[in-house]
């Protein structure tokens, strides 16, 4: 069976330090992968997904990037934070063409302060 | 013009009477359709898709689709206070560029009260 890692569970960090959240996905290959983010009483907003290793697009301009070094690990990054990022950041996996279903990982929630 | 709508809420419902959770969308192309539940502080579960017109039954759980109408539901059947969370819908659409993806509501907050 798949099963999907998110870590830290939790992080407090200063506005203007840099940011690393990590994801990974076991028991699948080639997953299409993403990056969601969901402010309090807010939707989710899709920040970045991943079709392959070094592949990334981009839903929204702002400070955060992505980037696929492996098949199945997703890396979330900032340079500098914003009290703005502050959020509970999910990573999901898709099994690819012709499925549609999305499973979200546990999730990060990140202050920052 | 969001692509999908929810009622916030929240819904209330006693123990053990049916909940019922609504959704539509704008755009007639919305090929696939989700829903999620999620609990407080908890990332979002998938509980149910479905992808032809009709209704289809998992469980306590019912998910209706009227392509039609732009509409979706969720059904859930002798509702308990565990089914208390916030349920997201969401629909797959593809514009023709490198990858479909979802589109999510912003949930519907549903309460089971003893």
């Known amino acids: 069976s798949q099963t999907i890692h998110q870590w830290p569970a939790t992080l407090v960090q200063p506005v203007g330090s840099p940011l690393s959240l990590e994801c990974t996905v076991e028991g699948t290959s080639n997953p299409n992968l993403y990056w969601y983010r969901q402010a309090a009483g807010r939707g989710l907003q899709l920040l970045f997904y991943s079709v392959g290793i070094g592949q990334i697009s981009s839903e929204v301009p702002q400070n955060l990037s992505a980037s696929r070094p492996q098949d199945r690990q997703f890396i ?32 990060t929630r990140l202050t920052v302060t | ?31 696939s359709f989700f829903w999620y539940r999620q609990y407080s502080g ?67 907050q549903l309460t089971v009260w003893p």
């Open chain 1, 76 to 107: 979330l990054s900032s340079k500098k934070l914003l009290l703005s990022d502050s959020g509970f950041y999910l990573c999901a996996w898709q099994r690819g063409l012709g499925s549609y279903e999305q499973y979200f990982g546990p999730g």
């Open chain 2, 42 to 108: 908890k990332s979002p579960e998938l509980i149910m898709f479905i992808y032809s017109n009709g209704d289809k039954e998992d469980g306590r759980f019912t998910a209706q689709l009227n392509k039609a109408s732009q509409y979706v539901s969720l059904l859930i059947r002798d509702s308990q206070p565990s089914d208390s969370a916030t349920y997201l819908c969401a629909v797959y659409l593809d514009r023709g560029s490198t990858l479909g993806r979802l589109y999510f509501g912003r949930g519907t």
């Open chain 2, 1 to 31: 013009q969001k692509e999908v709508e929810q009622n916030s809420g929240p819904l209330s419902v006693p123990e053990g009477a049916i909940a019922s959770l609504n959704c539509t969308y704008s755009d007639r192309g919305s090929q």
